[in-house]
């Protein structure tokens, strides 16, 4: 039996192996193939539930299974697998692509009576004849070809780049002498010491990965050290790569996908691709988008300005640097929030094991939401991976499973850096037997691995991570619409879809829920108010500094989507933003761009301003949790009840802004989130 031919439960990821892909894919192909000619002939009636019966049927099965290939090449990859997913992805591809173009069946669609569909199907129908258009749907003759080629292309390209960006942060390792180490934390060190054994190596092997590569930059006091490492963390994949390294430049892809995006859009009749973008967004055009991001960067640029003050005068008055180097800022910004809020991020990440850190997520997420989350069994793809499921507690004697999730905490070889959250299955009332499909969750992080015995242990960072995720996992789970292109996240406009993840950020500095979330490795003890009344203080430290920056990426995102011509060089754009909004310069070789993965390899191509957009809804939102909370710094659960059914069940069954006024009672404002970051100044308010 071909382990992803099985769709009666959950994924058999223990038992899929590279040589079931390509015959599973073929034979699913196939009966997509059928089900589309099958729904398209003349005498199939017009009607939605039949078409779903047939074709979303087996499009689900297609799906689901390339689901699970997709996220093995992102969580295990191997020289084998990746072949094997490289030979299918054209073939996906073109399926697609076939698919979101074909006329019979967008004449199909175009002919489902409106008054035969129920709100959510209304929605799902919407967006179809949408995506129809945006898929190349009413394009003929040879520009139709020209569409198909380019959209097998850019899944080729887009593969490679992230191959690249792979390959070229695993292919790094320094082994460093003991003494090179100095103010480096005790466990980073091991860490490091453990894998050099593991190698049969001397020394302790640095690794560009985040759980390592972070802590050296912030605690090492070798400038060399940290030269060394931030040179070739920052030249990953590009030209400017060491030579054993230049085989993954991601140069060339770039270009081409830009190019490649330019044809897309021209063929739709879009001046260029960012345009084309934002047609499914909220947002109403790219202007609109870049007008947003250079008036955040103008309010936050005062603040940022006063932290790049305060960091040069500390480097040179305490530590001697009068000119630091880019490889310096993060250790003198670390030394700098020693010295005026008296912790460092290695004290606090004593308190925050993660078994502790999980227990206290799954009480603050039980207590709002009113659900119940179990450890539950599935087949997983590595020992470190967990299961869970969550429940809605009934008055009768067994409680109603509302959806699962895999959780997948460390960072490891061959498997894509970040942290992201992936769907496996969606809730749906199945039109072939009319059960109802629970949703199946991804959550997959790239903390620091347990060290000597001791449970794996998480930076503050790193727990707002874990919180943003599963903000992202709760929509998709506690969804009650069972539509399956409306339920979850499917269907929520992507400038929209931050919005429950960064909203669950803001439970991270909330001390009635740290309080039960914390324990500190050796004693037990929770994290001390005196601590976390430090750690609030410094919450906004730079964060001036930080939203340009985030805002340096987006401009550039949405400016290099925005241009008449496709860029060949990126780096004249990247200077001229860099020009207009940052205050700190990186040197002349960084090449930061060729591992941007989010926007050439991960969907948010002119969509990476999606996380400042979120944030305005996400901070407005959590402002109605601030505003109910009692004397003891405990939200109004009816806010949490409010919250699940204005955004979380509703998944994309309607616009975004109709959700957020359904919560709301209004349309967003900037207030929050600047008052959030410590950018308000006396008498300030503004309308988004």
Same mark, same amino acid.
């Given at each position: 039996?071909? +382990?992803?031919?099985?769709?009666?439960? =959950?994924?058999?990821?223990?038992?899929?192996?590279?040589?079931?892909?390509?015959?599973?894919?073929?034979?699913?192909?196939?009966?997509?193939?059928?089900?589309? !000619?099958?729904?398209?002939?003349?005498?199939?009636?017009?009607?939605?539930?039949?078409?779903?019966?047939?074709?979303?049927?087996?499009?689900?099965?297609?799906?689901?299974?390339?689901?699970?290939?997709?996220?093995?090449?992102?969580?295990?990859?191997?020289?084998?697998?990746?072949?094997?997913?490289?030979?299918?992805?054209?073939?996906?591809?073109?399926?697609? *692509?076939?698919?979101?173009?074909?006329?019979?069946?967008?004449?199909?669609?175009?002919?489902?009576?409106?008054?035969?569909?129920?709100?959510?199907?209304?929605?799902?129908?919407?967006?179809?004849?949408?995506?129809?258009?945006?898929?190349?749907?009413?394009?003929?003759?040879?520009?139709?070809?020209?569409?198909?080629?380019?959209?097998?292309? &850019?899944?080729? $390209?887009?593969?490679?780049?992230?191959?690249?960006?792979?390959?070229?942060?695993?292919?790094?390792?320094?082994?460093?002498?003991?003494?090179?180490?100095?103010?480096?934390?005790?466990?980073?060190?091991?860490?490091?010491?453990?894998?050099?054994?593991?190698?049969?190596?001397?020394?302790?092997?640095?690794?560009?990965?985040?759980?390592?590569?972070?802590?050296?930059?912030?605690?090492?006091?070798?400038?060399?050290?940290?030269?060394?490492?931030?040179?070739?963390?920052?030249? /990953?994949?590009?030209?400017?790569?060491?030579?054993?390294?230049?085989?993954?430049?991601?140069?060339?892809?770039?270009?081409?996908?830009?190019?490649?995006?330019?044809?897309?859009? !021209?063929?739709?009749?879009?001046?260029?691709?960012?345009?084309?973008?934002?047609?499914?967004?909220?947002?109403?055009?790219?202007?609109?988008?870049?007008?947003?991001? /250079?008036?955040?960067?103008?309010?936050?640029?005062?603040?940022?300005?006063?932290?790049?003050?305060?960091?040069?005068?500390?480097?040179?008055?305490?530590?001697?640097?009068?000119?630091?180097?880019?490889?310096?800022?993060?250790?003198?910004?670390?030394?700098?929030?020693?010295?005026?809020?008296?912790?460092?991020?290695?004290?606090?990440?004593?308190?925050?094991?993660?078994?502790? $850190?999980?227990?206290?997520?799954?009480?603050?997420?039980? *207590?709002?939401?009113?659900?119940?989350?179990?450890?539950?069994?599935?087949?997983?793809?590595?020992?470190?991976?967990?299961?869970?499921?969550?429940?809605?507690?009934?008055? &009768?004697?067994?409680?109603?499973?509302?959806?699962?999730?895999?959780?997948?905490?460390?960072?490891?070889?061959?498997?894509?850096?970040?942290?992201?959250?992936?769907?496996?299955?969606?809730?749906?009332?199945? +039109?072939?037997?009319?059960?109802?499909?629970?949703?199946?969750?991804?959550?997959?992080?790239?903390?620091?691995?347990?060290?000597?015995? /001791?449970?794996?242990?998480?930076?503050?960072?790193?727990?707002?991570?874990?919180?943003?995720?599963?903000?992202?996992?709760?929509?998709?789970?506690? !969804?009650?619409?069972?539509?399956?292109?409306?339920?979850?996240?499917?269907? $929520?406009?992507?400038?929209?879809?931050?919005?429950?993840? &960064?909203?669950?950020?803001?439970?991270?500095?909330?001390?009635?829920?740290?309080?039960?979330?914390?324990?500190?490795?050796?004693?037990?003890?929770?994290?001390?108010?005196?601590?976390?009344?430090?750690?609030?203080?410094?919450?906004?430290?730079?964060?001036?500094?930080? *939203?340009?920056?985030?805002?340096?990426?987006?401009?550039?995102?949405?400016?290099?989507?925005?241009?008449?011509?496709?860029? *060949?060089?990126?780096?004249?754009?990247?200077?001229? $933003?860099?020009?207009?909004?940052?205050?700190?310069?990186?040197?002349?070789?960084?090449?930061?761009?060729?591992?941007?993965?989010?926007?050439?390899?991960?969907?948010?191509?002119?969509?990476?301003?999606?996380?400042?957009?979120?944030?305005?809804?996400?901070?407005?939102?959590?402002?109605?949790?601030?505003?109910?909370?009692?004397?003891?710094?405990?939200?109004?659960?009816?806010?949490?009840?409010?919250?699940?059914?204005?955004? =979380?069940?509703?998944?994309?069954?309607?616009?975004?802004?109709?959700?957020?006024?359904?919560?709301?009672?209004?349309?967003? !404002?900037?207030?929050?989130?600047?008052?959030?970051?410590?950018?308000?100044?006396?008498?300030?308010?503004?309308?988004?």
């Amino acid at each position: 039996m071909n +382990p992803l031919l099985c769709f009666d439960d =959950l994924p058999l990821f223990d038992q899929i192996h590279p040589e079931h892909v390509e015959p599973a894919i073929a034979e699913l192909l196939d009966a997509a193939n059928a089900a589309l !000619t099958h729904v398209t002939a003349p005498d199939f009636v017009a009607n939605w539930n039949a078409i779903a019966g047939v074709l979303d049927v087996a499009t689900e099965r297609l799906s689901r299974a390339w689901g699970a290939v997709n996220h093995l090449n992102s969580v295990a990859d191997t020289p084998e697998l990746r072949a094997a997913y490289n030979v299918a992805l054209p073939l996906i591809t073109e399926f697609y *692509t076939r698919l979101g173009a074909d006329e019979r069946l967008y004449a199909k669609y175009k002919s489902i009576p409106c008054d035969t569909l129920n709100a959510e199907q209304t929605q799902a129908h919407k967006n179809a004849l949408r995506n129809f258009v945006l898929g190349g749907a009413d394009l003929l003759g040879d520009a139709r070809v020209h569409f198909a080629q380019i959209q097998e292309r &850019q899944a080729a $390209v887009s593969q490679k780049f992230s191959e690249n960006a792979l390959d070229a942060t695993d292919a790094f390792a320094y082994f460093a002498t003991l003494d090179e180490l100095a103010g480096v934390p005790d466990d980073i060190v091991q860490t490091a010491l453990n894998a050099a054994q593991a190698e049969g190596q001397e020394g302790y092997k640095l690794t560009l990965k985040m759980p390592c590569y972070l802590p050296l930059m912030q605690f090492a006091r070798s400038s060399s050290l940290r030269g060394k490492l931030y040179r070739a963390y920052v030249t /990953r994949a590009s030209d400017q790569s060491a030579d054993n390294a230049r085989q993954f430049d991601n140069s060339a892809l770039i270009a081409e996908l830009l190019t490649l995006r330019q044809q897309e859009a !021209t063929l739709l009749g879009h001046a260029n691709f960012a345009a084309l973008s934002v047609v499914p967004k909220m947002a109403e055009s790219a202007q609109q988008v870049i007008a947003f991001l /250079r008036d955040l960067a103008h309010r936050a640029r005062p603040f940022a300005e006063k932290d790049l003050a305060d960091l040069r005068a500390f480097a040179a008055e305490q530590l001697g640097l009068p000119d630091p180097q880019p490889w310096d800022w993060p250790y003198v910004s670390e030394l700098l929030k020693e010295a005026r809020y008296a912790f460092n991020e290695q004290a606090v990440k004593q308190y925050f094991p993660l078994p502790k $850190v999980l227990a206290g997520l799954f009480q603050i997420v039980e *207590t709002l939401f009113d659900v119940q989350i179990q450890p539950d069994q599935a087949s997983v793809w590595h020992p470190d991976v967990r299961f869970f499921r969550i429940e809605r507690r009934t008055s &009768q004697a067994l409680p109603i499973l509302l959806g699962q999730f895999y959780l997948d905490p460390g960072a490891r070889n061959g498997k894509r850096g970040g942290a992201w959250m992936d769907d496996v299955r969606a809730r749906w009332l199945r +039109p072939d037997t009319g059960q109802l499909q629970t949703p199946v969750a991804h959550l997959v992080c790239n903390f620091a691995n347990p060290v000597e015995g /001791r449970p794996a242990l998480l930076t503050h960072d790193d727990v707002t991570t874990l919180f943003h995720e599963f903000g992202h996992g709760l929509q998709h789970l506690l !969804t009650q619409v069972n539509e399956r292109d409306v339920s979850g996240i499917s269907g $929520v406009e992507w400038d929209a879809v931050e919005l429950p993840s &960064q909203f669950m950020e803001n439970f991270c500095w909330e001390w009635s829920v740290l309080q039960n979330m914390t324990a500190h490795v050796d004693t037990g003890e929770a994290l001390p108010r005196d601590l976390f009344d430090k750690m609030l203080a410094a919450k906004n430290f730079q964060s001036g500094m930080q *939203t340009l920056r985030q805002i340096e990426f987006s401009l550039f995102d949405m400016l290099l989507h925005s241009a008449e011509q496709p860029f *060949t060089d990126l780096m004249p754009l990247l200077r001229q $933003v860099r020009d207009e909004v940052a205050v700190l310069q990186p040197p002349e070789w960084a090449r930061t761009a060729h591992t941007f993965s989010h926007i050439f390899a991960g969907g948010y191509a002119a969509g990476y301003y999606s996380y400042k957009w979120a944030e305005v809804l996400s901070s407005d939102a959590y402002a109605a949790f601030e505003e109910s909370m009692d004397s003891t710094g405990l939200p109004n659960l009816q806010i949490g009840e409010k919250f699940r059914q204005s955004i =979380l069940e509703t998944g994309g069954s309607r616009p975004a802004m109709d959700s957020f006024k359904a919560f709301r009672g209004r349309e967003p !404002t900037l207030d929050a989130l600047l008052r959030h970051q410590g950018m308000t100044l006396a008498g300030e308010s503004a309308t988004c």
